[in-house]
């Protein structure tokens, strides 16, 4: 069945590149990235997140990372070429991020900066929305790990991030853990402490509820809608970029350019890459655990022990906090 | 998070083993099914079905086809040997299962018998409802394909429903075409047309839908919650048992000893053979079809050829009805 026209208000946020980078280390050739770009674009995705833009001099390079963790602005030109319609996104996160690498948004192929912190460094996230507002981007703020904020930290953020000039403020399930209602209940949260914002959303999938927690939250007008193709992302990955193609009835979108780009590289890739349902971050996500131990767990020679790692993340004398 | 007391009316059917069976023609062994069995009993489900009752006479047999698909009372007796609290269930389809097959329930290791039928059989499948009824067995009935029932042939079978002695009522997404909405409109309508029956709900994934609308029937008060380990059954497969028993905290489940079976069974099982978020499931499901296309799409040489299956699917000329 089709969602009407209640999502219409909706954009989607293609995060491929970006948190699927987190899954290959951005091991993504030029070749995926214009394909990439160009299937969005003409499957109507407002943004495509193309990287991040730290600097290699605040977080430590590994010298082997692909060149989508460190955006640099002539090689984006290079491989972008022509701008069309689809807008291009960039996130960083606070402490990590030169405020000298960001060029004025004229001088830039980026339209928008998004900045991630958790709700302790809302202050700081805040001077940078600031400084890139001022440089003429469109600015989001990514409060992360919403289900492990207190309330009264949660409401002191969303105060001082009333008072910003930020165009968007997200709701990012970092742990996968929240299910519609828990959505349903930040929605109204978030729209209740803020007067002058308008929301996205961000989910992760090891409940297989990503999708569900989406439509949820585009239902009630949330309007940025985070998703990447064949669900790419760190360990359970993200609502799936074709779902919402699917299912969103925009006259714009279309489903089949990005079919294509999953013929074309996503299967080959996840026979490579692991990311998607799997059970040790699906009991991370049941814990309300960050997926690191869950990560961690699927690189030793242990990743098919299930019992074992349910009874490590449940065990008190074994497991001493997060 | 946790949904709470909301849900400790639901009791699970485990369906692997006859849902399942549909992806590897019953090929099951029976330390597999003993397994299942006493890992079942452990986490605390309330129903196994083990296989379908269909007679062989009446659909006929390939041969090849693992022991679930006939279920022999003999056989199943030496199986399974000592009954514990998990109960056993076995699913009939009209015109294929032989009254005679039928033991007392006193005599059988079954408890309850599910009939599947289209909208248009549903007088015959109150027949043998209340045949199986009058030997005891708890009994249920599953209308397939809700999703392409003409309302006013759906509000005639739920008027034969509500007078017959059946005891559980199905909501089955047959096509995985369903979300939330779609859910919760249906259990309103069952419930307004039924006045004295209890309901089920079996969903599939082809959108990741299946354990969302799975929650949001259990949060409406259905009672019987279909659902497959690590999502067994046929294409996209079903709302995942261990999702359930991680997310419902009905006091009794255990997660624990299903993670155990994954680890021992699921995950060789799914390397051999294919069920789960497939892209051309995903397109059936979407455009609200039966997945027989699908499936045979992934049997042939074009399985990962996309952008064909779709142009398939949704050009008139080529596709000529269901």
Chains 1, 2 share one sequence.
């Not at 192929?109 to 709700?119: E, H, S, W």
């Not at 105060?159 to 970092?174: G, H, L, Q, R, T």
């Not at 109204?188 to 007067?195: A, I, P, Q, S, V």
Request: aromatic share 8%.
């Amino acid at each position: 069945m089709t969602i009407h026209s209640k999502t219409n208000h909706c954009k989607i946020v293609d995060c491929t590149v970006r948190d699927g980078g987190l899954v290959n280390n951005w091991d993504f050739s030029i070749e995926f990235v214009q394909d990439l770009y160009e299937s969005l674009n003409e499957s109507g995705v407002e943004y495509m997140e193309v990287g991040y833009k730290n600097s290699p001099k605040l977080l430590k390079s590994e010298g082997s990372e692909g060149p989508w963790r460190f955006l640099n602005d002539d090689f984006l030109r290079k491989v972008i070429g022509e701008k069309k319609k689809t807008k291009l996104s960039a996130l960083v996160d606070v402490g990590r991020v030169d405020e000298a690498d960001i060029l004025p948004r004229s001088e830039s192929m980026l339209d928008l900066i998004r900045v991630a912190c958790y709700a302790r460094d809302t202050e700081k996230a805040l001077e940078l929305v600031s400084l890139f507002h001022d440089r003429g981007y469109e600015t989001t703020i990514n409060i992360m790990a919403l289900s492990n904020v207190m309330d009264n930290e949660l409401n002191e953020s969303l105060a001082m991030i009333d008072e910003s000039p930020v165009d968007f403020v997200y709701i990012v399930d970092s742990y996968g853990s929240l299910d519609p209602d828990d959505m349903r209940y930040l929605v109204e949260k978030f729209r209740r402490n803020l007067n002058n914002k308008r929301l996205g959303v961000h989910t992760h999938n090891n409940l297989q509820l990503a999708f569900a927690n989406t439509l949820t939250a585009a239902q009630m007008g949330v309007e940025l809608l985070d998703a990447s193709v064949y669900g790419m992302g760190r360990a359970a990955g993200n609502t799936p970029t074709e779902l919402l193609l699917a299912k969103l009835t925009k006259p714009d979108y279309n489903l089949r350019p990005i079919l294509g780009m999953i013929e074309k590289h996503m299967i080959k890739l996840r026979e490579k890459e692991e990311w998607g349902y799997l059970i040790p971050d699906m009991v991370t996500g049941a814990l309300d655990e960050h997926p690191r131990s869950a990560m961690g767990w699927r690189a030793s020679a242990n990743r098919d022990k299930f019992m074992d790692f349910y009874d490590k993340m449940t065990t008190p004398e074994v497991f001493h906090g997060k």
